[in-house]
């Protein structure tokens, strides 16, 4: 029996009895009419429409119904393409390396661990030799792990494009810049928390071999220095989402590249980046004319939901309103007004001047209502 719940096979025969109800056809005596047959019990579901109806259930109720049948098994183990393990407080390891390598056309595998951590390096080798189609993979809060995981991945999974490793400080920028060499199709990476691996050789080694990158959060990264940012600019002019939050060696330089560079940022988080100044606030506004805009094409004609959409610039005491104000005015989707926040400035009271367009609109509006003209 696997799960924390005990569930019990009765409970997953009522629980798929209502689902074959709600999909419309009824669930009763006559069983279930279906082109090729009748379906009498649950056991004589067909292999699609099993995985379709696993996949409206959580994870934990998918394991249960491993121990059906053989043919469920069987069917599961070929078909399931999506699974997490988050639901696992214990033996998560144990549970990677027996049932894992069954199944073999998996796509999509979360083993983040919400409590105390459990994964070790053998399970993650064991998913790099039998999972080789693995396209998302998330091991955050793997403390455990050690880099003979990340040069496994680099070998058995080089179709990632979507790796999230936050949390594990033991990852070195070697092991780190290895698996990028042959990973080069990640599109999201996140190292939130690496601590040791997020250095500036290793971000240029994903400036060299990753340019479809399109999310990287190295928050709390602090070896992280303009080297490293520019080479990320340089190399991958595809990121869209970049948080450098508490990397607290970068300059106004790293916001220029990005801002010259990456023309489809949407979000950048640079929370308590205290060396950023106002000529960084400059450069993204005029990123705006200059990456969007021609001769032709004033900026109050282009769309609202292009450029950026969030800005975290908390704890940036250098910054001063007319600059942040500048970044407001220039992207229509940053917002101050309440219940829109995406202009986050928690920390600087200086910039308390500095409000979006509907915001000023809004108070306008209230000081008419309130003092309507004579």
């Given amino acids: 029996m696997v799960g924390k719940d005990n569930l019990k096979t009765e409970d997953l025969n009522l629980c798929f009895e209502k689902l074959m109800m709600l999909g419309g056809s009824g669930f009763g005596k006559g069983g279930v009419k279906m082109e090729g047959g009748v379906i009498n019990e649950w056991k004589d579901i067909p292999m699609e429409l099993l995985l379709q109806i696993l996949s409206l259930v959580d994870d934990q109720t998918v394991f249960v119904a491993i121990g059906v049948c053989r043919g469920w098994r069987d069917a599961i183990f070929l078909g399931l393409t999506h699974l997490s393990l988050i639901w696992c407080s214990k033996n998560m390891n144990n549970l990677v390396l027996s049932l894992v390598p069954k199944f073999t056309k998996l796509q999509s595998l979360t083993l ?31 403390f455990k792990l050690r880099d003979r995981s990340l040069y496994a991945l680099a070998h058995g999974c080089p179709n990632l494009t979507k790796l999230n490793i936050s949390g594990c400080s033991a990852f070195s920028d070697d092991a780190l810049a290895y698996l990028v060499r042959f990973c080069r199709k990640l599109k999201s990476l996140n190292l939130c928390g690496c601590v040791r691996a997020p250095t500036d050789s290793a971000l240029q080694a994903i400036g060299l071999y990753c340019s479809q990158l399109q999310t990287l959060n190295l928050g709390w990264c602090e070896n992280v220095s303009d080297v490293g940012v520019m080479s990320l600019a340089y190399g991958c002019p595809d990121l869209r989402c970049v948080d450098l939050c508490g990397c607290v060696l970068i300059t106004d330089d790293s916001v220029i590249a990005l801002a010259n560079r ?35 094409e004033p900026v109050k004609g282009m769309n609202e939901e292009e450029g950026l959409r969030t800005l975290n610039i908390s704890q940036c005491t250098a910054l001063t309103p007319p600059a942040v104000q500048a970044v407001c005015d220039s992207f229509p989707s940053l917002h101050t007004c309440s219940g829109r926040h995406s202009l986050i400035m928690s920390g600087c009271l200086n910039l308390m001047s500095v409000h979006c367009a509907c915001a000023v609109q809004a108070h306008r509006t209230a000081t008419t209502f309130l003092h309507p003209a004579h």
Avoid: F
């Fill in 262 to 296: 990456c023309h489809h940022l949407i979000s950048l988080g640079l929370y308590y980046c205290q060396n950023i100044t106002d000529r960084a606030m400059y450069s993204l506004a005029h990123s705006r004319v200059n990456n969007k805009t021609t001769m032709w």
């Fill in 112 to 142: 983040r661990q919400e409590q105390k951590p459990q994964l070790e390096d053998n399970a993650v080798e064991t998913i790099a030799n039998c999972c080789h189609d693995l396209q998302i993979l998330d091991l955050s809060k793997s």
